[in-house]
Nanobody
């Protein structure tokens, strides 16, 4: 089992920045890729960004590609999501997730991820 805890959410004005973190505990000896998803009120959960084990390969959805950066330090069990130039449409609950079955590939499908955090709220005011 892997437990994931997100932090760093909050309220920010449009154009501002936030840095989300996701700390993993439990069976962290396994290799796993990690992803960030978000869910706005009344909408389905959507993919934001993903990173492979070791941090060599990342992938982001087009709407955040030039504004958000996902990263992880190889020796750490924490993944970060740096979010710049935030927009009101970025508002939602952000979840991190871990996929131990595909540590060296990025998946945009929520169904690929076995472990999920409880989520952290991000609110961007206009």
């Amino acid at each position: 089992q892997v437990q994931l805890i997100e932090s760093g959410g909050g309220l920010v004005q449009a154009g501002g920045s936030l840095r989300l973190s996701c700390a993993a505990s439990g069976r962290t000896s396994r290799r796993y890729s990690m992803g960030w998803f978000r869910q706005a009120p009344g909408k389905e959960r959507e993919f934001v960004a993903a990173i492979t084990w070791g941090g060599k390969t990342t992938y982001s959805t087009d709407s955040v590609k030039d504004r958000f950066t996902i990263s992880r330090v190889f020796t750490e069990t924490t993944v970060h999501l740096q979010m710049n130039s935030l927009k009101p449409e970025d508002t939602g609950v952000y979840y991190c997730a871990a996929d131990p079955s595909r540590p060296y590939s990025n998946s945009i499908s929520a169904a690929s991820y076995n472990y999920w955090g409880q989520g952290t709220q991000v609110t961007v005011s206009s």
